[in-house]
DNA sequence: AATGAATGAGCTTTCATTCAT
DNA sequence: TATGAATGAAAGCTCATTCAT
């Protein structure tokens, strides 16, 4: 009742809805989720919701693009384009770990609730998803590629991009758990695992992929 | 239709309903698949599978007991209790990954499933879920414990668990793209991207955590 | 369909679900009603009931409700506060009758059909059902307490309030078979059965309780 | 388990099922009653029920029947042809609400539970239920046709009958609220009821029936 | 721009009842 | 005689979605 006022200008009634639907998703998942809920978080009626939105799965799809687009944002404006590739990838994968530790409902929505095929979530919605895990994916060719000697395949690249996302996931479940832990101890942490990781086994298994 | 014959014994029958369930519930998520689908599926009536399983939830539950217990089985009988440490996270690893290759849809409604959704899923759901990632946390915690000088943290241990679902995730997702890859090439690039992550950061980074 | 309008106000639509549901009930009893059955009746479709009414069990709790209200306003409008005891009883007993014969239906529901079923009915309901007989037990207790020597206990006096309640149901089974009974002449048998029983019975027991 | 025999005679299984069944309908109510719960009860299989009762509705009037007989049986013994008419009338009395008292549970079956018309009951069942009302409308008649003066109306019987059915009803409710009331004391109460309502209303209301 | 009123379709769950042994 | 296995049918309830104002 606080905020909800009349003739808002479209725009940021837009924006609320989203709002309010990354809230509600990330808590209760997009079926179980319903969109009076929705409608009632956004402080608005269930007609609205269709009028700007056109359905729930509108909804969803909008949740998922402006949120893929703010991290991809956010990845990018961290990468400092003339900067020395590891540690262009250093900061990606700061500033990945600090948006999803900065946004956790939307991470969620994004990787954990976007994943179940067969869904009405369109093809479209799965691009989206792709886009960020191409970022990285990027992020870590491009760190290496430019190296002599190690250059990294595409299926590798796209194997760390999953394992970054794999931290990240963990990264929400401790920050509940340990409010101690910041992005940059992680991304210390995972750097630093690689490093135990390499020590030990480099000489068990001598070649790799 | 070829197996399909009426008057079965309970037992398993009661197999014949989690197989089936599982292969739904991978497709369509625990909230999209109905009981209907999973009954017919299974060759039998709607009934039958409140009288054996007593709810939907009951079905899932059954699904994720079932199939942590399969894969808690298989990882345990690939690690020799007696070998070195290192061989024995290696072989856990290798069939872990085997595992997820070979029950695709089991991965997907055991570490998928069970935490897009809200919060239907009963702690004991919840708890059976966690055994698998602790699992692979005590292989790693073991295998480095015993090692003198790079004694890591349980949290460490974690994030390495965490990082090992993140690629098993990744497996499951190239099993459609990239068919001639194995668990075993799989295990093998995980390490080895460990092991190229450390020669790059080792000294850019100096300590880590 | 002489009434059957779209888009009617809430309370309007309230009111006609609760008229339905009253004749519904009284037809089949509660467990064999169904919430179909009823919206039908109230020429609306079913999850209009359920917007309103909650649920099943919240559509008998309103009915419920409302027909106690109008049964107690019923008899306290015709006990006239000043009138002597005898004469308030007299008044209350007919005005009770008259409306168990002017409204069968709710008589019903409100009577027989709370008794019947296992307990799915609130302790809620099952209140409402009480004041009735209370205020039935209040105006014997008043019409007899005022008198000298024939105190009558809390005990008889709810006795009495029981039995008018069967005199009620008798009523309304009649009210098909006797259709020239009347209210009134009803009231006259219950007094006038009562002033026979003394006399027969009063030397053969002497004391009574 | 402790009584549950093989291969009993067919009478001696029809009674053990009967028992049962007035358990668990006194208890639930016929609709909430399901045919498990009444098999279980009685300590056999679905399917037994079906064999010798036919169908819910089966178990059902078989119930009614037995329990309606057994009430009738009871009532008639205690009344000796031969006494005075009064004398019969308050030993019929007596005995049913001694019946009552000791057989809630029937009785709740057979007068509460078979009153909602539109039902499976078929009239047989409803028929069954009227014997026992007219059992105790034909005593009440016996006992005033004989006297000089105050013929009775076959009206005015049934009313009678029905009121002392409502006490009934009031006796079944105070069993477990007032376990110091006993059949007795309950025939006393209504007989000293009368009078003392009688001597009130002769003079207020002089006319009667 | 905004909403209260209304619904078709579908879901989970239950139950009386039968079949095959 | 006795029962485990199995189901058709229906009930309660919810939800995404639209209409009329």
Redesign the pocket.
Known sequence: MST???????EV?EQQMIDAAIRVFSRSGY?????????EAA??????????L??????FTACIHREADRLLETVRAAVEPDAAPEQRLWAGLQAFFQFVADNRESWIVLYQQARTEGE?FSTEVFQARCRVMEEITALVVSSTRSTEGGLISETDAEILAHIAAGAADALTDWLLAHPEETPETLTRRVIGLAVTAARRHTPAEPAGA
């Open positions: 909800k006022q009349r003739r808002l200008p479209r009634r079926h179980s989720a319903s969109v009076e809920e929705i409608a402080g608005i009626s269930k007609p609205m919701v269709y009028i700007y056109g359905s729930k799965e509108g909804v009405p």
